[in-house]
């Protein structure tokens, strides 16, 4: 006689029972392989150390870049810039120190070396494409010193559509800590003066 769906369901039901009855059942480990799990470290001693170094090299870069922009908002220029040149050419390797090329490129507009600020703007907004603030910072700058209406409206478009707050002049001087002429400069292109 063939198997009903009957037996087949009482089949499987006890075959499901036993198999979970083996699973529940407390291994037997020996002490040997108990030690060799807890002794088992798959990162090496090397790799440690590696990690550590690379650990404090992330954590100065930091360190160096709030410094930056702490100085940058109490409008110690000079201070700030050499913090930020610091970040962008000694930790040039890590990614933060794109953040530090943007840092500096306002504050070198702010001590007047205009055209580098310029270029420093145009390469960060290149490599850090997406990040607002440059592509605000690069409109401003483009239409205030350059004349070039129509390249400051493309990024100003940039700026905006990610993130609005570049049209207000407060958020910028109070919040992002531009430096005077920058925000100066800004008005003067939101105001097509």
Same mark, same amino acid.
């Given at each position: 006689?063939?198997?009903?769906?009957?037996?087949?369901?009482?089949?499987?039901?006890?075959?499901?029972?036993?198999?979970?009855?083996?699973?529940?059942?407390?291994?037997?480990?020996?002490?040997?392989?108990? +030690? #060799?799990? &807890? $002794?088992?470290?798959? /990162?090496?001693?090397?790799?440690?150390?590696? =990690?550590? *170094?690379?650990?404090? !090299? %992330?954590?100065?870069?930091?360190?160096?870049?709030?410094?930056?922009?702490?100085?940058?908002?109490?409008?110690?220029?000079? +201070? #700030?810039? &050499? $913090?930020?040149?610091? /970040?962008?050419?000694?930790?040039?390797?890590? =990614?933060? *120190?794109?953040?530090? !090329? %943007?840092?500096?490129?306002?504050?070198?507009?702010?001590?007047?070396?205009?055209?580098?600020?310029?270029?420093?703007?145009?390469? #960060?907004?290149?490599?850090?494409?997406?990040?607002?603030?440059?592509?605000?910072?690069?409109?401003?700058?483009?239409?205030?010193?350059?004349?070039?209406?129509?390249?400051?409206?493309?990024?100003?478009?940039?700026?905006?559509?990610?993130?609005?707050?570049?049209?207000?002049?407060?958020?910028?001087?109070?919040?992002?800590?531009?430096?005077?002429?920058?925000?100066?400069?800004?008005?003067?292109?939101?105001?097509?003066?």
């Amino acid at each position: 006689m063939p198997p009903t769906r009957r037996h087949l369901l009482a089949s499987s039901a006890s075959s499901l029972l036993l198999a979970a009855a083996a699973a529940a059942a407390p291994r037997a480990a020996s002490s040997e392989d108990d +030690a #060799a799990v &807890a $002794s088992y470290d798959p /990162v090496t001693a090397a790799e440690r150390a590696a =990690s550590a *170094s690379v650990s404090r !090299r %992330v954590g100065e870069a930091v360190r160096l870049l709030d410094l930056g922009r702490d100085l940058q908002a109490r409008g110690e220029f000079p +201070a #700030a810039l &050499a $913090s930020f040149t610091a /970040v962008a050419t000694e930790y040039g390797d890590l =990614s933060l *120190s794109g953040y530090a !090329r %943007v840092g500096r490129a306002l504050v070198l507009y702010e001590v007047g070396d205009r055209d580098d600020a310029i270029a420093e703007m145009e390469d #960060a907004s290149v490599a850090l494409r997406g990040y607002p603030e440059i592509h605000a910072a690069l409109a401003a700058a483009l239409y205030a010193d350059k004349h070039a209406a129509l390249l400051a409206e493309n990024q100003f478009a940039i700026a905006t559509l990610l993130d609005p707050h570049y049209t207000d002049l407060a958020y910028v001087r109070d919040t992002k800590h531009w430096p005077p002429s920058l925000v100066d400069s800004l008005r003067h292109f939101i105001t097509l003066s």
